[in-house]
T-cell receptor, first 106, second 113 residues
Framework: GIQVEQSPPDLILQEGANSTLRCNFS?????LQWFHQNPWGQLINLFY???GTKQNGRLSATTVATERYSLLYISSSQTTDSGVYFC????????FGAGTTVTVRA | KAGVTQTPRYLIKTRGQQVTLSCSPI?????VSWYQQTPGQGLQFLFE???????NKGNFPGRFSGRQFSNSRSEMNVSTLELGDSALYLC????????????FGSGTRLTVV
């Protein structure tokens, strides 16, 4: 199956800082999704981005399918951005990375 | 539009028992897939159902099974529970045509004692 690697595993930010999370995947995929897992465990869909760039408020994502990676940008981070971010490659099922745990300090 | 609904939210079972979890997908979504999340193994795919048929299956023992009903609601069953089955079980629904993303429910947290 597809292998998905996320980096860094942990990220500590000061409120207001910008950051980039990376997701590498081992093979061609149908689609790529980014999720934020809330404290209650639910996976909240952030981006559905098989290729190209999308923006949603302070978050944006870019997927370069030919080079098999995706980036999630967090700008002007806030404490509410804390949590675990997952990317998942869709090859008729979702293969998840191990996640990046983001901690934003006030 | 209602989201993906999973019941129950929390469950405590004893080793050797069996358990059934339920997932109601978003209206119009015909694909339901199940995932297990544990601290050690992360998020792992269990199986996917589409139009009442299992379409894909992950690498889990036969104790894990599922089914889907004609209204697209799905259940997963775990028999002869082991301590290692303690996990957050998440279900996701999609249109399964690749045009929309997977949407997840809030999960069922199963504790086996």
């Amino acid at each position: 199956g597809i292998q998905v690697e996320q980096s860094p595993p942990d990220l500590i930010l000061q409120e207001g800082a910008n950051s980039t999370l990376r997701c590498n995947f081992s093979d061609s995929v149908n689609n790529l999704q980014w999720f934020h897992q809330n404290p209650w465990g639910q996976l909240i869909n952030l981006f559905y981005i098989p290729s190209g760039t999308k923006q949603n408020g302070r978050l944006s994502a870019t997927t370069v399918a030919t080079e098999r990676y995706s980036l999630l940008y967090i700008s002007s981070s806030q404490t509410t951005d804390s949590g675990v971010y997952f990317c998942a490659a869709d090859d008729y099922k979702l293969s998840f990375g191990a996640g990046t745990t983001v901690t934003v300090r006030a | 539009k209602a989201g993906v609904t999973q019941t129950p939210r929390y469950l405590i079972k004893t080793r050797g028992q069996q358990v059934t979890l339920s997932c109601s997908p978003i209206s119009g979504h015909r694909s339901v897939s199940w995932y297990q999340q544990t601290p050690g193994q992360g998020l792992q795919f269990l199986f996917e159902y589409f139009s009442e048929t299992q379409r894909n299956k992950g690498n889990f023992p036969g104790r894990f099974s599922g089914r889907q009903f004609s209204n697209s609601r799905s259940e997963m069953n775990v028999s002869t529970l082991e301590l290692g089955d303690s996990a957050l079980y998440l279900c996701a629904s999609s249109l399964a045509d690749g045009t929309l993303p997977y949407t997840f429910g809030s999960g069922t947290r199963l504790t086996v004692v």
